[in-house]
């Protein structure tokens, strides 16, 4: 099939798949989940098409189109594919084929679940395809109301505080991103097709001349930055995570950690740095110190956690950080990008430790889900002696955890070890500071799964419910725990796709900035801290 | 000019771009025909007609009359170039502006006829004085859309008020009715008797009525006098004042918007929404012709220093107001326990938000059109009225569903409190999930209708800020606001879905297939299509929007 | 005592107008505030009289007078019928009475 | 070495590192496969390591062949080899010229050959041409690469930025096939061993004394004797890795993989809170050793560029390795003049230049890179400070401790240590030796006191590796790897007897319940001795004929001499080895002592305790065989000589250090050298203290000459100090465990108070604002509409008081509006 309809089926086909749920007997639970499982499997068979006809060899964007959407507004419906977005789409995919077979616990108003899972699977895939930044907002919005509705009724006993809080923080932020978006629309020939906003930035741009001022690049970048970091999340925007994790079912935890944060990460990289270069160097050392302190922060606080989930949830905190860190640690000394390569090397591994990290948390959140679906509660000192009753589930459930431990030989580890080896050449302290992160990481893992699994008996209510995983939870768990060895062993699977587009972003960015230092070297001072 | 000349440009208009007096009938026509419609319905009563034929389907026959006849001028104005042309002596105007309004009056019209029909409001006997009410509104609304004089203003303002009165206190025996109607009548009365002071005043002093000469002979009396010191000015800035007092009643601004609430509350949720688009749209369309004449349109002085600094300092005041009217209207609207009185805050933020538009209307068109780049794009401030229309047009939808639905909720729990809303999802999924639609599209969320026209506006805003500084404070109470919001919608929306049904309360029965389900759904799916589609309703904004520049 | 011109007259408008805002925001009982209504009402139409005979508004300032006179009895009516309304309801045509909606 | 023989060589030695890893997968799943009491899954994973053993065996075998032993074997070339090596190596202090005849003559005469020729002869020729133009017979080859001793290769790559690479490698040299070979032998022995020692896990019922449950009783579950075998197979696939990684980073990736193969054998009996706890405290304090390492790999990776070992590729795209970037292939350090910055070199040798600027790291840096690697050296091999792991580790079952925690996987830290030689600069050195000293004390005071058979020699394991690092500071490489060989032999020995004790006296391991139990198990008892004596040192006096331990501890004492005659300042490096040698041999005799000697202190255990079966007794015997011959013919002999061949950096001569401490590294080679000097000395000095510490512990513990608890009595306050083990435990959770715990809990009231404080508080400023507004409303309209309402009303005609009403104000109110609009315009119009 066409790329082009391959891209516009990957994005529309699961909502369209819920157009039928509608007819659906509401009895009919089995029927629907099996619907769904087909519809997510599919889209997922179409990611990974994608990423056959996908060529690795080239840097620039493939499979772009462009439909005139709002003509007044030169609005297009652009999407295309490259080696950043290509990783992560296929990510949705997987991770949504997933928690969708992790549904079937759902039980109450399966029909509305369904559909609105859908829909969510939608944005995400938009999200990540669309090339046109109103496309992008729209896209991103989209994921919005059927989040809010998938924590707010399907969610735990505090899952209305959650939700309005999950809402409330992305609104918050997404008004920034519009204010941003309008600056750049009008600020160019009212163009929002990024690329051509990126050639802008980068002065190529043939029917815009000036690049971006300074000054804007400064204000777009931060508004940019506060939308794209409370998704990430990114200390101190990150307190919805906790609830929204804690109170959602598991499969949304599975997605919201999977892929939700994700996005954060690749606004990043899709936007906020290519479009202002300047501005993103003027930040980059606040913002790797950003991303040092969340890794540290969220190790120490999941350490203090006693509700099994929210430890997870602070874990994804501690872990996104590496790729914040990864992202930044671009170093310029007057102008010129020193050590270019290993910027390129952060940003690579950022990437990486998106998928993987994709992977791990969304197996530690589902094999949380598997004991909470038994026993219905998450505290951790009630458990114990786990590993006596459920051996196997014990062994899928370690690996996954060892995989979040950054455990070599997993995907955890390559993500965080490289952009931790990144850093130096950025700025040795914060890479001393980030490399202590391996420390409490370990602590708090092991120290959780001491408590969780290990141990003569099990301590809390419904011991008889402890009966080993069923064959599509194994299922589910062997599936990740591969593909965590699969990139643990052959990480390059995963970078050769990337590895083209993010060599040609560093370069141009490199080149734009010196050229904008060129002409406004007066205006500019550089924030190199040691 | 004395009654022989008269009576020639009768016959057969002398003056250039003037229709004769038949031409002008017959785009007269979609009014005329509505108006035959009321004596129809009254008629049909008298013969006792409507035993056999129920009154609404005259309305609803009627309406949709008028609407393809309005389309067809639509049609006929789009295939040859389009011309303004002035009607009945230049009373009123006709180009793709007022058609585009009068368009929308009808087709409202149609919806909340529909809506009335489904919710039983009103009985069999009352039926024909409510309708002939309620067109008669109408027809003064579409008279706002294509007034060009200030007579025409005022008649329009009356014709559309005086019924609106009436509707209110339909319910006659109903305490908090009468009472919405009486405060209603007093206030409307009130501000229509100073804003015809102000007429008379500007009329007077400008010497002219006609809204295209007015910036002729504005600029005439202001260039060379030394401001706010000047009597004359000053006579002239309070009578434009005066006048703004009319336009703030209709739309209430804030601090000209005590009667909504009361009014809103008091009178069904049926008339609530009616009163709260259709007069909204009306007053909207009057504003910008006013202002836009104002500011030289139509006259052949354009862009004089006077003018753009009277457009500019108009669309500053109006942002002021904007501002205000948003904040308000948003915070009051938090700790309102009835949902209507909810409603009724959230229409007056609303009309802050595309007060917005037309600020950034004024401040775009005060720049010459031929300044450098960065200041404002030619393009600015068709874009900003864009902006409006499309505005108008998903606001037509969200706000009717939600009235629409506290009306279908009202006729079976005889409750309009949000607290009794709870759980409504588990036993009317329907209604829920379209209150919920068109809750976050007034919140203005993807891919929902309302964020586009929000979108749009606070696009045209921040272009603004070019021009002056001041639009920044504008756009930044917009986003503000936007959030704030989300606050007061959510719990709606929230309310009704994620809570759950308290045990003993009222029953609510809504099958899909049910009509009044139907309806709910097609104005819901208007929202979500609105959201999707965008572009043709955007052309013809934009063409409409041309009519000025 | 000079001749009468355009301001004696503009003068006797707006005594009428500020009268006729007054006695609507004093008077409790709703024909009194109709009447305050009328007053502001024809302090207008005077305006227009005295406009059309001394500037070049000329007829259009006679017609509009016109126009709002009728629109006036009309308005009257409507208010009338609604205060009836009122007054079944309240038994009484005081307006502070009807203070039910607030907030 | 050739291209040919290297991959040979590499599929061979691959071959037996990935065999045990498909024991692993085989075993995982030995329930899938067979049932649970099946002895299967120990065959596989025996039969998985010792085809490995074969296969790296028959590597060296191989090799020696390819390069006829020359290793061992006299060569001619050795003269011009220490000469020129000498001659350039010690260029720092300038006596070259005269020195090197000398080496010349005396080398000629007395045949004493020299491991090292080949590669060194060809850097001597190239070097001596490139520094001062001598007459060389060998100057037409003057400029051929260097011949390598090492094969090295590219796997698959993980990764390419740019520029940059990092892959799988492997690198093979003399010493990666001892480690091989050493690895995959005690491997199999241990595995055979523990076929026996675990047999009672094969049971569907597993009764563990060790818990207690709540509701009383003892817990019990179904055997894992499979699991068990699947761990060993999982270490193994580990080790081997380790040894044969062709970078650092792959190092690090499997000394990871060790770690938890380590962490899954320690919290082997998962209900047991101590094992687990163990296994928590092994894993971390690891860790903090590799937040150590990492941070040494992040500056190699800054300021290199690459991960690489060896060099590749030949000729003009030639990549240099880490090692020849830093020394070049004279072995010596290229220091810039002020001495701040080291020049990097390029495959050639020569000084790298990257667009005309020639590439340099700083002085400080390299320093920094080598403690930071060394860390990771430290947390592995459990050195002072971060040793409390090791002894806590036996918690595992005793082949564990045998195979991880004495003979392999800790002595991994030694040989990172020996492998990243090159690159440490003689501070880190002088660091690793002081390191080394402390622990290698510290644990042998505490090993005196214990009195848990396998604690004892847990810190006994401690203390060997203690000198091992202390042999590498003083640039005793060779001893060091030496005494590493023969350590791992004689102490998997030791711990298999224990076990096989432990064993047979049904999991008694307090040697206060034992005594004379080699009536009883001879073999044991007997093994055990052997190893006793080899760890302690012994010879037979005169002759310089004894056991491995004696020879390599030999080895260690003397260049520690030879180090601290040099540098007088650091006479402790050579004291307190020396000292610790009696106190070694004093708690190692103790130990057999108390053990298999005198009289059974404990009729009940003495009764039960019984021989071991065969399976379990003819790997203490074959090891036994070696552990007292592997060493034989010490530095002359062949294991020495296989070590020392893969020397990258030649330490034959003299080297004063360029940095700020000025230490003088001995020199080791030829009767000239430091070490030479002082070889017979240092020899005798070490039995000396080795035959008083043992003669202490007859006194004491046959003889009872003096009662220990005497003596323990007089020195209550010092023994309690050692038996809490010097308080360390104590300290590290005052000093890290407790911060963490708190901190944690303060980053969650952070969440808690702080942020969400803010957005709450955010909500409830727009609510109140929304009440306010309300308010305002309802009492500021009013209030001011009152007011305007009384005045006008009193302006007009009546003096009653009049109460306004809602309407009335809302209608006041647009007047208000319309006259405060107007003024505010009237006061700011633009004009």
């Known amino acids: 099939m066409s790329p082009e309809t391959l891209l516009t089926c990957i994005v529309f086909l699961p909502a369209v798949w819920a157009i039928p749920l509608v007819c659906f007997d509401t009895k009919a639970k089995e029927a629907m989940r099996y619907w769904g499982v087909l519809g997510t499997a599919l889209t997922f068979a179409l990611t990974v098409q994608l990423w056959m006809q996908f060529d690795v060899k080239q840097s620039a964007v493939q499979f772009k189109f462009d439909t005139p959407w709002i003509a007044n507004w030169n609005v297009f419906f652009s999407l295309g594919v490259d080696g950043i977005s290509l990783p ?400 643990g062993v052959f990480p390059h699977l995963l970078f050769t796709p990337m590895q083209g587009s993010i060599h040609a972003l560093t370069e141009s960015l490199a080149s734009s900035y010196e050229t904008l230092y060129g002409t406004a070297a007066s205006m500019i001072q550089t924030s190199q801290l040691p | 000019m004395d009654f022989q000349a008269l009576f020639q440009q009768f016959l057969h208009g002398g003056v250039a771009e003037q229709a004769s007096i038949f031409d002008s009938v017959s785009i007269f026509l979609p009014e005329l025909v509505l108006s035959c419609t009321i004596v129809l319905m009254l008629v049909a009563r008298l013969i006792s007609l409507d035993r056999l034929i129920p009154t609404h389907w005259f309305a609803i026959f009627g309406g949709m009359t008028s609407f393809i006849l309005v389309l067809q001028q639509f049609w006929k104005l789009s295939m040859n170039e389009a011309v303004a042309t002035k009607i009945f002596t230049g009373l009123a105007v006709h180009d793709e502006f007022s058609i585009f309004f009068r368009g929308f009056l009808a087709f409202f019209l149609v919806f909340v006829v529909a809506l009335t029909v489904l919710t039983g409001i009103p009985d069999d006997e009352d039926a024909p004085d409510f309708y002939s009410l309620l067109i008669g509104a109408v027809i003064g609304m579409m008279l706002m859309a294509s007034a060009n004089h200030l007579l025409m203003l005022f008649i329009g303002i009356e014709m559309a008020s005086v019924p609106s009165y009436a509707l209110t206190g339909f319910l006659k025996g109903r305490r908090q009715s009468s009472e919405a109607a009486l405060k209603f009548v007093v206030y409307g009365a009130g501000s229509a008797g100073v804003m015809l002071f102000g007429i008379s005043l500007l009329a007077g002093l400008l010497g002219t009525a006609e809204f295209s000469e007015l910036a002729l002979r504005f ?42 609430p009361d009014a809103f509350h008091g009178a069904p949720a049926e008339v609530g929404g009616f009163l709260s688009i259709g007069s909204k749209a009306a007053a909207f369309a009057l504003l910008v012709r006013l202002t836009m004449s104002l500011g030289g349109y139509g006259s052949g002085v354009h862009g004089t220093n006077t003018l753009n600094s009277l457009s500019l300092s108009c669309g500053l005041g109006l942002g002021i107001l904007a501002i205000a009217t948003t904040t308000f209207g948003n915070l009051a609207a938090y700790s309102q326990q009835n949902i209507k009185r909810m409603l009724a805050y959230s229409t007056i933020a609303h009309a ?100 586009y026209g929000k979108a749009f506006i606070f696009a045209s805003v921040y272009e603004a800020t070019n021009v002056h500084w001041f639009m920044w404070l504008v756009l ?37 297939s049910s009509s009044p389900a139907l309806y709910v759904m097609l104005v819901a799916g208007m929202v979500v299509f609105l959201g999707i589609v965008i572009n043709p309703l955007s052309v013809v904004a934009r063409n409409a929007a041309h009519a000025f520049f | 005592m000079g001749d009468i011109g355009l301001s004696q007259y503009l003068m006797v408008g707006a005594v009428l107008f500020v009268c006729g805002v007054v006695c609507m925001a004093t008077k409790r009982n709703v024909i009194g505030v109709l009447m305050g209504v009328e007053l502001v009402l024809n302090g207008s139409n005077v305006n227009f009289v005295a406009f059309s005979r001394y500037t070049p508004l000329g007829l259009d300032g006679q017609a509009t007078a016109l126009f709002v006179i009728v629109l006036a009895a009309a308005e009257a009516a409507v208010a009338l019928a609604i205060a009836l309304n009122f007054y079944n309801n309240h038994l009484t045509i005081d307006v502070d009475r009807g203070n039910e909606l607030h907030g | 070495m050739s291209e040919t023989t290297g991959k040979i060589l590499m599929l061979l030695l691959t071959a037996a590192w990935l065999l045990p890893l498909a024991g ?281 560029g690459t991960f690489q070992f060896g060099d590749r590729g030949e000729g003009a795209h030639a990549e240099a390795g880490l090692f020849t970037m830093v020394r070049g292939h004279d072995g010596k350090l290229d220091v810039s003049e002020d001495g701040k910055q080291v020049y990097l070199r390029n495959a050639e040798g020569e000084r790298a230049e990257k667009n005309g600027v020639p590439l340099t790291i700083s002085y400080v840096l390299l320093v920094a890179a080598g403690l930071g690697v060394f860390a990771g050296s430290i947390g592995k091999s459990a050195q002072f400070p971060l040793q409390t792991w090791l002894p806590d580790a036996m918690e595992g079952p005793t082949p564990v401790s045998a195979l991880v925690h004495s003979a392999t996987m800790v002595a991994a830290g030694v040989y990172l240590a020996a492998r990243f030689y090159p690159v440490f600069t003689p501070e880190v050195l002088l660091g690793i030796a002081y390191i080394g000293c402390i622990t290698l004390f510290i644990a042998a005071t505490i090993a005196v006191v214990v009195t848990d058979i396998k604690r004892v020699l847990a810190y006994s394991t401690i203390s060997q590796l203690g000198y091992m690092m202390l042999a590498i500071g003083v640039s005793g490489w060779g001893a060091a790897l030496f005494h590493l060989v023969t350590h791992a032999f004689f102490k998997s020995l030791m711990f298999l007897c224990s076990g096989s004790v432990i064993a047979g006296c049904h999991h008694v391991q ?105 399976i379990m007794t003819t790997p203490l015997i074959v090891l036994a065989v070696l552990a007292a011959g592997c060493a034989w013919g010490g530095e002359g002999g062949p294991l020495y000589r296989l070590i020392v061949d893969s020397e990258t950096v030649p330490a034959v001569n003299r080297v004063i250090s360029v940095g700020s401490s000025h230490v003088t590294l001995p020199s080791h080679q030829g009767h000239e050298s430091d070490v030479h000097h002082v070889h017979a000395t240092a020899g005798i000095l070490a039995l000396v203290s080795a035959l008083i510490g043992m003669a202490m512990a007859y006194l004491l513990y046959v003889k009872k000459a003096v009662d220990p608890h005497q003596i323990r009595m007089q020195f209550s306050s010092v023994y309690d100090f050692l038996v809490d083990k010097w308080r360390f435990d104590a300290l590290y959770e005052v000093m890290f465990v407790a911060p963490v715990h708190v901190i944690s809990a303060w980053c969650v009231d952070f969440d808690r108070r702080v942020l969400d404080t803010i957005l709450h508080g955010a909500a409830k400023v727009t609510v109140i604002a929304a009440k306010w507004d309300r308010f305002f409303d309802e009492t500021f309209v009013d209030g001011v509409v009152n007011l305007v309402g009384n005045v006008t009303y009193t302006v007009g005609n009546s003096l009653k008081v009049v109460q306004t009403g809602r309407l009335r104000q809302y209608v006041m109110w647009i007047a208000v509006g319309v006259i405060a609009l107007f003024g505010a315009l009237f006061s700011a119009i633009p004009k």
């Open chain 2, 352 to 451: 802050g938000y595309m007060l917005m538009a037309v600020s950034a209307l004024l401040v775009l068109q005060s720049v010459q059109s031929d300044a450098p780049f960065q200041l404002a794009h030619p393009e600015g401030a068709p874009r900003a009225m864009e902006g409006l229309l499309y505005y108008l047009s998903v606001y037509l939808f969200m706000n009717l569903g939600a009235f629409s639905i506290v009306a279908l909720i009202r006729n079976q729990t005889f409750s309009e409190e949000i607290d009794d809303y709870r759980g409504v999802a588990q036993q009317a999924p329907i209604l829920a999930i379209c209150m919920a639609i068109c809750m976050f599209s007034l919140v203005g969320i993807p891919p929902l209708g309302g964020f």
């Open chain 2, 476 to 512: 930044g109470a917009g986003g503000l606001n936007t959030v704030i919001s989300l606050f007061y919608y959510l719990r709606v929306a929230k309310t009704m879905c994620i809570d759950l049904r308290p045990a003993g309360a009222a029953e609510i029965s809504m099958p899909a």
């Open chain 2, 219 to 260: 600029d005439a009396v202001f260039t060379g006098r030394s401001g706010m010191q000047d009597p004359t000015v000053r006579y002239v800035v309070l009578a434009l004042l005066m006048i703004a007092v009319g336009f703030a009643f209709k739309l209430s601004l804030v601090p000209f918007h005590f009667w909504c």
């Open chain 4, 24 to 304: 692993f997968v085989v075993e995982i799943y030995w329930l899938r496969l067979s049932h649970r009491l099946h002895k299967g899954a120990a065959y596989c994973a025996v039969g998985c390591i010792g085809l490995g053993f074969l296969c790296s065996l028959s590597a060296l075998l191989f090799w020696g062949y390819q390069n006829n032993w020359s290793a061992l074997t006299e060569s001619d070339h050795h003269a011009h080899a220490v000469a020129g090596t000498a001659a350039h190596a010690s260029g720092s202090d300038q006596q070259s010229a005269v020195k090197h005849e000398e080496d010349d003559d005396d080398d000629e005469d007395d045949g004493d050959d020299d491991e090292n020729e080949g590669g060194h002869t060809e850097h001597a020729h190239a070097h001596a041409d490139d520094a001062d133009h001598a007459h060389d017979p060998h100057a037409d080859h003057a400029h051929a690469a260097p011949v390598r001793k090492y094969a090295t290769g590219t796997y698959y790559e993980l990764a390419r930025f740019s520029g940059l690479r990092v892959s799988l490698d492997w690198y093979i040299d003399s010493l990666t096939l001892v480690m091989f070979v050493m690895v995959t032998f005690i491997a199999t022995c241990i595995h055979l061993f523990a076929i026996g020692y675990m047999k009672d896990e094969l049971t569907e019922e597993y009764e563990d004394h060790e818990v207690h449950l709540h509701g009383g009783g003892h817990f019990s579950r179904p055997g894992r004797f499979h699991r068990f075998f699947a761990y060993l197979s999982l270490f193994c696939f580990s080790m081997l890795g380790l040894v044969l990684a062709g970078n650092i980073f792959q190092v690090f990736i499997f000394w990871e993989l060790v770690g938890l193969s380590s962490y899954l054998l320690i919290g082997f009996y998962i209900e047991r809170k101590s094992a687990s706890t163990a296994a928590n405290k092994a894993f971390i304090m690891n860790r903090v050793g590799d937040f150590g390492f990492l941070i040494g790999m992040m500056i190699l990776w800054t300021s290199f």
């Open chain 4, 510 to 614: 307090d040697m206060n319940r034992m005594g004379g139990l080699r009536h009883k198990m001879k073999i044991t008892a007997y093994t055990m001795l052997i190893g006793v004596i080899a760890i302690a040192g012994l010879a037979i006096p005169g002759t310089s004929i004894g056991l491995s331990g004696f020879y390599s501890k030999d080895a260690i004492v003397a260049s520690a001499m030879a180090y601290s005659e040099l540098n007088p300042g650091h006479f402790l490096l050579f004291i307190t080895p020396l000292v610790t040698a009696g106190i070694t041999s004093f708690y190692m005799f103790r130990l057999w002592f108390l053990t298999f000697a005198g009289a059974p202190r404990d009729a009940e255990v003495y009764e039960h305790c019984h021989e071991n079966p065969r």
């Open chain 1, 88 to 487: 992560l789409v296929v990510l949705t995919g997987f991770v949504c084929l997933l928690s969708m077979l992790a549904s079937w616990s759902i039980d109450k108003n399966v029909k509305g679940y369904l559909m609105l899972f859908l829909i969510l699977e939608t944005g995400m895939m938009g999200v990540f395809l669309s090339l046109d930044f109103f496309l992008f907002y729209v896209f991103w919005e989209v994921m919005l109301l059927p989040m809010y509705f998938l924590i707010g009724i399907w969610g735990g006993p505090r899952r209305e505080y959650a939700a309005i809080k999950f809402f409330l923080y992305t609104l918050a932020g997404s008004v920034l991103m519009l204010i941003a978006m309008l600056m750049f629309y009008f600020n160019s020939n009212r163009s929002f097709d990024l690329l051509e906003l990126a050639r802008v930035a980068a002065g190529t741009s043939t029917v815009t001349p000036h690049v971006f001022d300074t000054t804007m690049q400064v204000a777009a970048f931060i508004m940019l930055f506060i939308g794209f970091a409370i998704k990430l999340p990114s200390f101190p925007f990150h307190t919805w995570l906790p609830d929204a994790h804690v109170e959602a079912p598991t499969p949304i935890s599975m997605i919201l950690a999977g892929v939700l944060l994700k996005m954060g990460g690749y606004g990043i990289i899709r936007i906020a740095f290519p479009l202002c270069p300047y501005g993103a160097q003027y930040a980059a050392y606040f913002l790797a110190a950003l991303g040092v302190f969340s890794i540290i922060y969220g190790a120490f606080a999941a350490m203090a956690q006693t509700d099994f989930k929210r430890l997870v949830a602070y874990s994804s905190v501690s872990h996104m950080g590496y790729v914040l860190l990864g992202i930044a640690v671009w170093k310029i000394v007057d102008g010129k990008t020193i050590g270019r390569e290993y910027w390129e090397m952060g940003l690579n591994a950022a990437m990486f430790q998106m998928i993987a990290h994709g992977i791990s948390s969304t197996g530690m959140f589902f094999m949380v889900g598997v004991l909470y679906d038994r026993v219905h509660h998450r505290d951790i000192n009630k458990f114990g002696g786990i590993a006596q009753l459920m051996p196997h589930y014990a062994g899928l459930a370690a690996v996954i955890f060892f995989a979040g431990l950054g455990l070599p030989g997993l995907c955890g580890f390559v993500g965080e070890v490289f952009s931790v080896l990144a850093c130096w050449n950025f700025s040795p302290i914060l890479a001393i500071i980030s490399a202590s992160g391996v420390i409490l990481t370990a602590g708090y893992i092991l120290w959780t799964m001491q408590r969780v699994y290990l141990g003569p008996e099990y301590k809390g209510p419904h011991p008889e419910a402890l009966v080993e995983m069923n064959s599509r939870e194994m299922a589910i768990g062997y599936t990740l725990v591969a593909m965590a060895i699969l990139f």
